[in-house]
T-cell receptor
Framework: GENVEQHPSTLSVQEGDSAVIKCTYS??????FPWYKQELGKGPQLIID?????GEKKDQRIAVTLNKTAKHFSLHITETQPEDSAVYFCAAAAPNAGGTSYGKLTFGQGTILTVHP | GAVVSQHPSWVICKSGTSVKIECRSL??????MFWYRQFPKQSLMLMAT?????????EQGVEKDKFLINHASLTLSTLTVTSAHPEDSSFYICSAGSGTSGSDEQFFGPGTRLTVL
């Protein structure tokens, strides 16, 4: 089955700095890679996702890059703000049996991001 | 965006009792719902996948007779923890997807905190 490794486990940055979180995956069939932000006591919220036919995707201060050859993808947050502090999870999924949508997600271990004012 | 609700948000029960958690997709029809368990400071672990009108598919190591899942309609799935014990105390999170081509996103509920005394 799929195995997703995420690093670092904790990341501390100063407000305004950039933060980078990296993930690797094992299943070459995986082609959907979402990133989630989870605040304490709440469910995960999708912040950005990327599919295997795209190498990079950006949404304001957040960007994700994907290297399918190396089986790794990264989350980049620029101009970090204290409200970015949370736990971030990467995930990977392969198409379901019918090939029409994606099946179950395999999550990374999570990164606790702390942005100091 | 699509909204998924869970009820209750938290529950405390005595050992040996059963607890039912509801997961509802509020503004879309969810052909597939997923149930996750998250222990403190850990990642989300998939417990089972439920498809409307059919039996749930459980992940390895998850007891299907202990964690009963019912997905009776396109907007409601329930997880019943039977004969709960303290080791079942955890944060239970559901997610829902429409399962249609081109719509890969899973929408997560806010989670249910279960404490078994």
């Amino acid at each position: 089955g799929e195995n997703v490794e995420q690093h670092p486990s904790t990341l501390s940055v100063q407000e305004g700095d950039s933060a980078v979180i990296k993930c690797t995956y094992s299943d070459s069939a995986s082609n959907y890679f979402p990133w989630y932000k989870q605040e304490l006591g709440k469910g995960p919220q999708l912040i950005i996702d990327i599919r295997s036919n795209v190498g990079e995707k950006k949404d304001q201060r957040i960007a994700v890059t994907l290297n399918k050859t190396a089986k790794h993808f990264s989350l980049h947050i620029t101009e970090t703000q204290p409200e970015d502090s949370a736990v971030y999870f990467c995930a990977a999924a392969a198409p379901n049996a019918g090939g029409t949508s994606y099946g179950k997600l395999t999550f990374g271990q999570g990164t606790i991001l702390t942005v100091h004012p | 965006g699509a909204v998924v609700s869970q009820h209750p948000s938290w529950v405390i029960c005595k050992s040996g009792t059963s607890v039912k958690i509801e997961c509802r997709s509020l503004d879309f029809q969810a052909t597939t719902m997923f149930w996750y368990r998250q222990f403190p400071k850990q990642s989300l672990m998939l417990m089972a996948t439920s498809n409307e009108g059919s039996k749930a598919t459980y992940e390895q190591g998850v007891e299907k007779d202990k964690f009963l899942i019912n997905h009776a309609s396109l907007t409601l799935s329930t997880l019943t923890v039977t004969s709960a014990h303290p080791e079942d105390s955890s944060f239970y999170i559901c997610s829902a997807g429409s399962g249609t081509s081109g719509s890969d996103e899973q929408f997560f509920g806010p989670g249910t905190r279960l404490t078994v005394l």
